[in-house]
């Protein structure tokens, strides 16, 4: 077993849940000043299942990107760890990966909330958020698929980037 491998596995992991637990906070965040209209906690403790699918979309969505960027890391790590941690390039290949991984989940909320953006001009008949608060599923499906299909195709983005690390 090669210690230096182990270390490096072991720091990827730490740098993975630091930025998930990161961007999930700030997703929520970023959907809680979208939703001005709406007190997501309160509609989560009421059981509102509508909302609790939105919710858990946006996460999944989030994890995707997050997922992208930390292969990133994990590749930039990989080469420092062959060029030296402290070697100018291997100090360069890690500040790109986690660059990467910070534009990925900016550009991710930023997606998003431009995707439920255009949604709600595309249904000028339907208030979105108005039919989450009734618990209306159907809406909450519709809005779960733009999220997802959004942050899969951020993904893809990101993912280009990690390739070009490598």
Do not use: C, H, P, W
């Amino acid at each position: 077993m090669n210690l230096l491998t182990v270390g490096v596995g072991i720091i990827q992991l730490i740098i993975a849940v630091i930025f998930a637990v990161i961007a999930l906070y700030i997703g929520f965040y970023v959907f809680g000043k979208v939703t001005k209209e709406v007190e997501e906690q309160k509609e989560l403790a009421k059981g509102n299942v509508a909302f609790g699918i939105v919710v858990a979309a946006i996460f999944v969505a989030i994890g995707i990107v997050v997922q992208s960027g930390v292969a990133g890391i994990s590749v930039g790590i990989s080469k420092a760890s062959v060029l030296g941690f402290t070697s100018v390039d291997g100090l360069i290949v890690i500040v790109v990966a986690i660059i990467q991984l910070v534009l990925g989940v900016l550009l991710a909320i930023g997606a998003i909330y431009l995707a439920l953006s255009i949604l709600d001009k595309l249904t000028k008949e339907i208030r979105e958020f108005e039919e989450l608060k009734k618990g209306n599923v159907a809406v909450a499906l519709e809005m779960a698929g733009v999220i997802i299909a959004v942050a899969l195709i951020i993904q893809s983005g990101v993912a280009g980037i990690t390739a070009a690390l490598a």
